[in-house]
């Protein structure tokens, strides 16, 4: 079993960057094994898929971040980092890290991002 915790949220101006970080603990071999990804939810939505980190670190983004977010993992700390910049207020959400496919077990808190503008 994997416990996540995300952190890194917060209030930002439109244009801004935010950088947000997932610490996995728990079965840490699970965590260097399986592909990742950052998820978001903004108010009234379904959750959607921001980003994905393979193993191989072969990364893949939504079309609405594509060149503004960037996923990374370092598996010696057991983290998965997302680089957000250029914010706007559509990216104003709660945002998760989960395994890709996600796993019911793994959703956190997560942590709310407010873009203002």
């Known amino acids: 079993q994997v416990q996540l915790v995300e952190s890194g949220g917060g209030l930002v101006q439109a244009g801004g960057s935010l950088t947000l970080s997932c610490k996995a603990s728990g079965n840490i071999v699970v965590f260097r094994t399986m592909d990742w990804g950052w998820y978001r939810q903004a108010p009234g939505k379904q959750r959607e898929l921001v980003a994905t980190?393979?193993?191989?670190?072969?990364?893949n983004y939504a079309d609405s971040v594509k060149g503004r977010f960037t996923i990374s993992r370092d598996n010696a700390k057991n983290t998965m980092d997302l680089q957000m910049n250029s914010l706007n207020s559509d990216d104003t959400a709660v945002y998760y890290c989960?395994?890709?496919?996600?796993?019911?077990?793994?959703w956190g808190q997560g942590t709310q991002v407010t873009v203002s503008v």
């Open positions: 980190v393979t193993t191989r670190a072969t990364t």
């Open positions: 989960n395994a890709h496919p996600p796993r019911a077990s793994y």
